[in-house]
């Protein structure tokens, strides 16, 4: 059987017969052209991708990370897009396990640094790039700061000293391939870092162990708390703490090394508030780590300065951890951006199911049919099926993809799910400034949508700590109670019950630059679902 060769662009190339004068009889087909790897939509013949290039982001913004290319010495250990005829990328058996992480913390705790040093212990970017991000640093007088700068790409951030949007990255190990999600630590963006644990696994909360920093994380106000309980009510499964900054002067011993008595006045303060608002022991991981110094990220912590610390690294941590599997079938992916490239392109973590290149697919609450006509994972690397739990690029076809807006649902026709905008829900009232009544306005954030909406009526009051019902109608809501409440929103929005489909019944509402309840949802007011296009 004759094997087809593959030409520049992909295209395939079939064998032609042509009678030469002398009537031989000649079999033309072109050269085997080299492996080809797919990088933003670029064909890059003859050079195997191992680290960085110009990334696409997939989320809020892109990335652009430049790496080196090298021609790879053992094909086999590298996963190529398959346009050479081999099974490539889309063979599921070739396939690391992926994981998404959120960097979350206070402001200035050290997000940005540790994720950008974690790029670069992995090799996801070269030499050149990092002197770069450090002179530009140098530049600004903020010389710590050359790592941060491999995330935090724009002027604006390098200018204020602050993410402003939840920066994406990735990088590889031996077993697990880590997509990364740098949210903003700043109260002010906020919205932000709700999207990136959105499409989390695990979340990294990063505490800064400087004199006085830990303390102003952790009042009343700082985003230690509140960043710590929107990453449970979004629903990231694991959390692994790291105590960063030990090596500062402030804290360190005085023959340097790491203070213990730091990092277990941290943990003594920190893990029973964890507990208290939801996260079990088992599920939370804590470690010291410097992330301007690479401590304990990628290799164990030096135990000449740390001598107390005999747990893994942050990146063992990460190899380790077990997420459960999805083993629902529906494809359910919850739209974080959409682009016109050459085709629409819709991105987000595909929640459960697979998709394959070819599906039909819909996207609610709209209920526009498309086509999908390409899928390519962090990195740029094209593949012809998503699995449940990767962020993923989806090329479609058959809709315009400027009439689709972050917050909608990718979904499979038989997916049955819901569009609503009445709801009834149990909220956790946190932090109100005024009481809660009927009438109050606030946003809900409930899986990638943002949605103004109403509490037009209070139910019952409910037991804080049993959910047991203790009187009805009440006339108002303070910080502190339990409630069961009824709420409108200004638009349909894909919403379930939370015991049907937690990831699309569990929210926050926000009022007042703030985190005001979260709440998951009891039942909700059928307007229109996935199996009919009828009204209800």
Known sequence: MRRRAVGPGGRIWSPVLVILPSTLLILLSPRPSPPHVSLQGE?????IIRRGGEGQSFGYRCQRLRGGCRVAEDLEKVKISGKDGGNGRGAKELRKRHLNIVFIGHVDAGKSTIAGHILALTGMVDERTIEKC?????????????????????????????????????????????????????????????????????????ISGRKGEFETGFDKGGQTREHAVLAKTAGVKRLIVCVNKLDDPSVKSSDGKWSELRYVDIKTKLLPFLKGTGWKPKDVISMPISGLLGEGLLKRVDPT?????????????????????????????PITASIKEREGILMGKLESGTITLGDRLEILPEKKSVTVSSLAIPGGEETDKALSGEAVRVGISGVDVNSIHPGGILASPNANLTSAVKLEAVLLILDAKHVIVPGYSAVMHIHAAEVPCTVYKLTAELNRRTGEFVRRHPQFARTGMRVQAKILLDRPTVVKA???????????????????AVGTVLRVAKILSSDTKSKK
């Open 43 to 47: 064909e890059i013949p003859g050079k």
């Open 134 to 206: 450090e002179k530009d640093a140098q530049a600004r007088g903020r010389e710590s700061w050359g790592k941060a700068y491999l995330l935090d790409t724009t002027e604006g951030e390098r200018n204020k000293g602050k993410t402003e949007e939840c920066g994406h990255a990735y990088f590889e190990t031996n077993t697990t391939r880590v997509t990364i999600l740098d949210a903003p630590g700043h109260k002010g963006y906020v919205p932000h870092m709700i999207g990136g644990a959105s499409q989390a696994d695990v979340g990294v909360l990063i």
């Open 498 to 516: 939370y015991k049907d489909l937690g990831k699309l019944g569990r929210f926050m509402l926000r009022a007042e630059g703030k985190t005001v």
């Open 305 to 333: 300065i740390c001598p107390w610390y005999k747990g893994p690294s942050l990146i063992e941590a990460l190899e380790n951890i077990a997420i459960p599997s999805n083993t629902d079938t529906r494809v359910i992916l």
